[in-house]
């Protein structure tokens, strides 16, 4: 009698929202893309992605920001999983489910964060190293974030998202995310970027007790050009501001979504439920952005 194949059980990757703590425009080069140095950390919110073997390549969409994301065929997830079987030369196909929790288009990581983790659970399923020049390769000609998104770690981020040093010395950080609801386009904020470029950080000369001090001297480039678009993230930025023992207030990536650091979870939990309770159509939660 033909021994039963067991199924392959279906593989569950977090994407958690990538959050760049301080973001400095250092140039731009010749094909238009800008050189950036950014810290990137990871929150413990984001999206879930299911994959389970299947004959044809699918994607569905679920959860509280299902609703919002364009054709599953333009889904930055199906331009991986396809890239990912054919460089491969990959026969099976896979069926994938994304539970979209995070604001799409919010500064955040969202199509990358959910691409990433595409890449990290096909290969899985494939078998295939994720870690591989191929697979990074093929991560940053999906999207500048990407191949951050795949290493999944807090990092120093050069070049155009390509170059990167491991930080393991920023603590776990209370925080609240906050989106007014608005997309922002991230091609449109670099255009509307003016002035010098910024020096790269040296982080290992930012001293200070807390993650938000060393920040002290750090800021986002990109928050004056998105505000210029959308005044609502100043109204962001301001609220966050007030809110009680906030140590520092920031948007992060091109936008619109701002972050809060907080002393306590508790100070970041009132936060979140005073900003929801003044601002009902704002997406806000409290959260830790970890090592
Ligand atoms: O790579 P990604 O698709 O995320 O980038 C979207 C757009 O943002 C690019 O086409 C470019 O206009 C701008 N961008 C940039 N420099 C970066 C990343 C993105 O100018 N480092």
Known sequence: MAAE?????P?????????????HVTGRREDGYHLLDSLVMFADVGDQITI???DILTLDHAGPFG???PDPADNLIMRAAMALRDMHGISADAHLTLTKNLPVASGIGGGSTDAAAALRGLCQLWDIDPTSTEVMDLALSLGADVPVCLRGRSTIMRGIGEDFTDVDDCPRTHAILVNPGVG???PSVFKARSGDFSSPVDWEACHGETLAERLGSTRNDLEPPAVSLSS???DVLSALT????????RMSGSGATCFGLFPSKEAAQAAATQLIHAHPDWWATATIFGP
């Open 242 to 249: 007030d809110c009680e023992g906030v140590q520092l207030a």
């Open 5 to 9: 194949q067991t199924p392959i059980a």
């Open 11 to 23: 593989i569950h990757e977090f994407a958690p929202a990538k959050v760049n703590l301080y973001l």
């Open 184 to 186: 922002v386009s991230t």
């Open 232 to 234: 609502v993230i100043a």
């Open 52 to 54: 389970a073997p299947s």
């Open 67 to 69: 609703g919002s994301l």
